[in-house]
């Protein structure tokens, strides 16, 4: 049985990149959007650390993303942010805890 998760990633542009990094961001919203296992896709970035982006994402299930990492604007993403960010992104998967 496949269950929703929710993924949270983490990304720090260098110095002077950020608009880059937002742009590239931004250009995967629509295509993602459209995907029939996405139930949510939601880039942000920091109020207080202009360098530090966040995804918010919901998939109807792991598979769901690891489809979703497959898909042109996903890897077109990847290539774009390439050589911009101080660190690879740090990416959490979390699943619900369900009430006992």
Not at 3 to 20: D, H, S
Not at 29 to 45: C, G, H, K
């Amino acid at each position: 049985m496949s269950e929703e998760i929710t993924v949270v990633a983490f990304l720090k542009a260098k110095p002077g990149a950020e608009q880059q990094v937002a742009d590239a961001m931004k250009a995967c919203i629509a295509p993602t959007l459209t995907e029939e296992s996405n139930l949510s896709y939601v880039p942000q970035q920091d109020q207080d650390d202009p360098q530090t982006f966040v995804f918010v994402e919901r998939w109807t299930s792991r598979q769901g993303l690891n489809d979703h990492m497959e898909t042109p604007h996903f890897k077109t993403l990847i290539a774009s942010v390439q050589g911009l960010l101080e660190a690879p992104p740090a990416v959490h998967v979390l699943k619900p805890l369900t009430a006992l």
